[in-house]
């Protein structure tokens, strides 16, 4: 038994943001049913591709965003393909969308309409600035997201322009949010006093999960009155008392997050033998003389492998880290110790390697499944759960609804 068993989920997504949250879904044991355009949703078309030849079944976004679920092909705009999905609706329990509200409502999608008709299923609609508010139709995305969310100031070195961090990792925390508040939906529908039979809209805002990101700025300067800035590989600076290192150092062939706090300063002097990292005036304000720290760890990281400078930092309980390249985190013992990895066989991919559950639970444990075809469910679906006969589903497939 896993922890949604029984939990039926439309997926109407696209890009990162919904598929990552029905992707949880999934692995909690719900049924997802993703509902794609006949041509397939954007993700398929994003890659990264193998040998970069773009092919909708071997996106490896795709792959990784979808796993778990099924797939049918529809046509949403259209008034056929708008009854099935109405059908569809009268049998599920959360309809997840994604997007600005003004594109939802010009196909037809908009959660208020949809919950008129529908009162009983819980929609999830995810959105740059959510439904409400001055920039409800502003366009969004990650880059902006990470920008307004406060992250942009502090990637980059000081008195250069700022880099984005890599991937898309706004849109992730937005569907992680979305996924919470899918879970939580249904307690908040049978409340006290909830309205019967009638199901929450789980309104959530890019925008808003970038600043709740953990170490964020706005959260800083919320609670600290502090205003953070670029500080190029150093941690965030709060002032020149704030334990230091907290870096990244080159070392042999590599890499090494170098990262202290007051519990481990005397034990990284000895670490590295180096009793002039212990003078009163660096313990005093370490950030304050950070490049003098950082040219008395070098010599000693220099001959060093990164692997070997973790093992002997953690031998003194010292929070070291290696930084690896993709091929070394494949490769990680811990990963595999703790069983990190799902090994897959997709008909068109093959056998794929791919982050197994984020959470283990021991009565209801994650289930990981290969990312399904274009419209591999569309019989299933069409013909088994909605009587449709052959002679229908080829004149809606020539008519472009399926």
């Given amino acids: 038994m896993t922890a949604l068993a029984g939990l039926r989920v439309l997926d109407l997504t696209e890009e990162v943001s919904g598929p990552y949250c029905t992707k949880l879904l999934a692995g909690l044991g719900a049924d997802v049913l993703k509902v794609e355009p006949p041509g397939g949703e954007r993700g398929r078309r994003a890659g990264p591709f193998p040998g970069d030849i773009p092919n909708a079944e071997q996106s490896g976004r795709f792959l990784h965003l979808n796993t778990g679920k099924r797939s049918i092909t ?11 999905l109405d059908r569809l609706l009268a049998d599920v329990d959360v309809l997840v969308l994604d997007g600005p509200p003004r594109r939802l409502s010009e196909r037809g999608l908009d959660p208020a309409s949809i919950h008129r008709t529908h009162p ?5 609609a995810i959105s740059p600035f959510g439904r409400s508010g001055p920039y409800r139709d502003f366009a969004g995305g990650e880059l902006v997201l990470y920008a307004l969310g406060g992250y942009l100031i502090l990637t980059g070195e000081r008195e250069q ?32 006093n909830a309205p019967a039979d ?4 789980v309104d959530v805002a890019g925008y808003e999960a970038a600043i709740f990101v953990l170490g964020g700025p706005a959260q800083v ?19 020149d008392h704030h ?16 990262h202290s706090n007051n519990r481990h300063w005397d034990l990284i002097s000895i670490l590295m033998d180096e009793p002039r990292l212990t003078a009163p005036h660096l313990l005093e304000a370490p950030t304050r003389h950070a490049d003098e720290i950082d040219a008395l760890m070098d010599p000693w990281l ?37 069983g990190f990895w799902a090994m897959l066989e997709h008909p068109v991919a093959g056998s794929l390697r791919q982050p197994g559950p984020p959470v283990r639970m021991s009565a209801t ?13 569309n019989a299933e679906v069409f013909r088994g759960q909605l009587g449709l006969a052959s002679v229908d589903l080829a004149r809606l497939r020539a008519a472009g609804v399926l």
Avoid at 309 to 336: D, G, I, K, N
């Fill in 198 to 201: 009638v199901a929450p809209v």
């Fill in 74 to 84: 529809l046509n949403v705009a259209c008034a056929s393909g708008r009854r099935l």
């Fill in 302 to 338: 220099a001959d060093k492998d990164k692997f070997e400078v973790v093992q002997r930092a953690q031998e003194l309980r010292v929070p070291f880290t290696e930084v690896m390249t993709p091929s070394e985190v494949l490769a990680e013992r811990h990963y595999e110790e703790r």
């Fill in 243 to 258: 334990p230091y290192p907290s870096t990244l150092r080159p070392c042999l062939g590599g890499y090494v997050h170098a």
């Fill in 120 to 124: 009983g299923v819980i929609i999830t």
């Fill in 365 to 377: 444990p994650w289930e990981t499944r290969r990312a399904p075809l274009l419209g591999e469910h």
């Fill in 221 to 239: 300067y919320a609670v600290q009155g502090e205003d953070l800035q670029r500080n190029g590989t150093r941690l965030i600076g709060l002032g």
């Fill in 161 to 192: 322009p700022p880099i984005k961090a890599y991937g898309r990792q706004m849109e992730y925390q937005a569907g992680l949010q979305a996924a919470v508040g899918t879970l939580v939906a249904p307690r908040a529908a049978h409340a006290k």
